[in-house]
């Protein structure tokens, strides 16, 4: 079984930047895509960004691309998304998710393990 765990999410202004961090513990952190998700109110769950094994490959939904940076400490066990320039539209729901696989994709069904997520509030 592998746990994940986010944190960092918050309340923060139009333009404004923040940091998620997922700490994932159980089976084994080596070998695993780790993607970020994002469900708004009333929306389905969205692919943000991945980052695969060891952490040469990225990907990033359009929406975000440029404003967001995707990485991973294999020493840590912790993956980070770094969020820069945030925009109302990112309120949502962050979801750290692990694959049991070494490649990245922005499928949902992808990824088996899934943390419980944390909020992000942008305000205008």
């Known amino acids: 079984q592998v746990q994940l765990v986010e944190s960092g999410g918050g309340l923060v202004q139009a333009g404004g930047s923040l940091r998620l961090s997922c700490a994932v513990s159980?089976?084994?952190?080596?070998?695993?895509?780790v993607g970020w998700f994002r469900q708004a109110p009333g929306k389905e769950r969205e692919f943000v960004a991945a980052?695969?094994?060891?952490?040469?490959?990225?990907d990033y939904v359009d929406s975000v691309k440029g404003r967001v940076t995707i990485s991973r400490d294999n020493a840590k066990n912790t993956i980070a998304l770094q969020m820069n320039n945030l925009k109302p539209e990112d309120t949502a729901v962050y979801y750290c998710?692990?694959?049991?696989?070494?490649?990245?994709?922005?499928?949902?069904?992808?990824?088996?393990?899934w943390g419980q997520g944390t909020q992000v509030t942008v305000s205008s």
């Open positions: 159980g089976r084994t952190f080596s070998s695993r895509a």
């Open positions: 980052i695969g094994w060891p952490g040469v490959s990225t």
């Open positions: 998710a692990a694959s049991e696989y070494t490649f990245t994709s922005t499928s949902a069904g992808h990824y088996k393990y």
